[in-house]
């Protein structure tokens, strides 16, 4: 679980300050205003660390298969404000509870461009709370210093030393470390699986099909796109494996909670094809045939129950095409995944419904505000602009921004005065 990130110089950000996140975090604001650049910085690091070379500092993207994001180059990543910026920087806080168990890991890296116009790591930061710090500088022709904690003479200097995917060091380096080696390999396995376990569902969405092709192939992942959820699900149906067990029910007892079906149901048609079908008021009806928001929430349903226990998901706009009720009920939906399966949830919403509902059950007790971190970002003449919103124990947000749904009690008096105005102008025919 990531519980505190940090951007700076990056994108739409001159700096964000520290962002504590926690299992549930909503991205709320305007359109434009800076609110992805945030899960893209994540996501930067989730396909570094994917990437076959090692060697690399920081993959852009380019391969459209294996990449999330094309980042372009140095200067598209860096803020707008190029005058002034010569690097970015990342910074992430995180827990591990897997094999390399990390209580409170921290990463820092900040990211210039070489001679050459790649990008390289010029700071490189590593540390488990206040024990030991593993740094690597860069300097002059590329050659890396390497210290631990506050050392003033370092371990050792050379291009070989060169950081590894962003969150590692080299062999080399490690043997430098002597002792300590062993704690720092554990660092960045340690982030390299949580960022490895990211999962990211984008906001479009693949369209249902009528029946789909499945040879029994175990689904890596939803994808982007939610393509493969429906994969997942054939797989959860017509497998007794335990990593696909209860996820067809599990989605089944959502869309009943959302109110848009009682069950959904897979069969098989031929050898290799088999169908969706949907349950509601006594009709079943293909996937295909009932209405969008119904395909177009499943890959976020599924996900939340096929994603590996301890993982992060990323949601963009899940609500979309999902009537108001339905909205809400996705707020219910990542609070109780994230206490039952230790899931993490990052959600870039504009609903107001999945807002409202998630004030509710703070409200009533079912999370509290450490359980739900919410910010509103909006831009500036000066960047991004990013507020946590203080929200209570009785889920009461005691920092509203200006128009923040809308203006609604603007419009309620703007529909007041054109009745009144309506009323005397019939009065006086």
């Given amino acids: 679980m990531f519980t505190r990130l940090h951007l700076t110089n990056f994108k739409a950000w001159r700096d964000t300050g520290d962002i504590s996140l926690g299992p549930v975090t909503m991205l709320l604001g305007t359109n434009s205003s800076g609110k992805s650049s945030l899960i893209q910085s994540l996501l930067l690091l989730k396909q570094t660390v994917m990437s076959p070379d090692r060697t690399i500092h920081l993959n852009l ?3 459209d298969v294996h990449d999330y994001f094309n980042f372009g180059d140095f200067i598209d990543v860096l803020t707008q404000d190029h005058a002034s910026a010569r690097e970015f920087k990342i910074s992430l806080s995180f827990e591990s509870a897997g094999p390399s168990r990390v209580p409170n890991g921290r990463f820092e890296a900040s990211y210039g461009q070489s001679s050459t116009g790649g990008i390289v790591i010029r700071e490189l930061l590593l540390s488990m709370g206040d024990q030991k710090k593993f740094r690597a500088f860069r300097r002059e022709k590329g050659a890396y210093s390497l210290f631990i904690d506050d050392e003033a003479q370092p ?11 962003s969150i590692a060091f080299p062999a080399e380096a490690i043997a430098l470390f002597e002792r300590d080696g062993p704690r720092a390999e554990d660092l960045s396995l340690a982030l390299r699986n949580e960022l490895g376990n990211i999962v990211y569902l984008g906001p479009l ?10 040879n029994k192939s175990a689904p890596g992942e939803v994808g982007s796109d939610g393509h493969r959820a429906i ?7 017509q497998t007794r494996s335990n990593e696909y067990s209860g996820i067809v029910e599990g989605v089944s007892k959502w869309l009943t909670r959302m109110g848009v079906a009682q069950k959904l149901e897979v069969r098989q048609i031929s050898r290799t094809r088999y169908e969706v079908m949907i349950h509601r008021d006594g009709i079943i009806a293909n ?24 993982s992060t998901v990323i949601l963009e706009e899940p609500e979309i095409h999902l009537h108001p009720l339905a ?45 739900c971190s919410m910010f509103f970002v909006e831009p500036g003449t000066k960047g991004a602009h990013l507020r946590r919103l203080e929200v209570d124990e009785f889920g009461t947000v005691r920092n509203w921004p200006e128009h923040f749904f809308g203006d609604s009690v603007g419009e309620a008096r703007a529909q007041a005065q054109a009745r009144a105005r309506r009323q005397k102008e019939a009065a006086g025919d």
């Avoid at 969405?205 to 092709?213: Q, S, T």
């Avoid at 994969?231 to 149906?237: F, G, H, M, N, T």
């Avoid at 295909?288 to 590996?308: E, H, K, M, N, W």
């Fill in 205 to 214: 969405r693949r369209k249902p099909e009528r029946d789909y092709v499945w």
């Fill in 327 to 371: 909205q809400g009920v996705l707020a219910e939906m990542f609070v109780e995944i994230s206490k039952e399966r230790r899931v993490q949830f990052i959600i870039e919403t504009h609903s107001e419904h999945l807002f409202r509902r998630m004030q509710t059950l703070i409200a009533q007790g079912k999370a509290s505000p450490c359980d």
């Fill in 61 to 63: 993207g380019g391969d």
């Fill in 155 to 165: 371990r050792g200097k050379g291009r070989y030393l060169a950081p590894e995917r």
């Fill in 287 to 310: 996937l295909r045939d009932v209405g969008i928001g119904v395909s177009q929430v499943l890959p976020v349903l599924t996900v939340a129950y096929f994603a590996s226990m301890g």
């Fill in 231 to 237: 994969d997942v699900l054939l797989a959860s149906s």
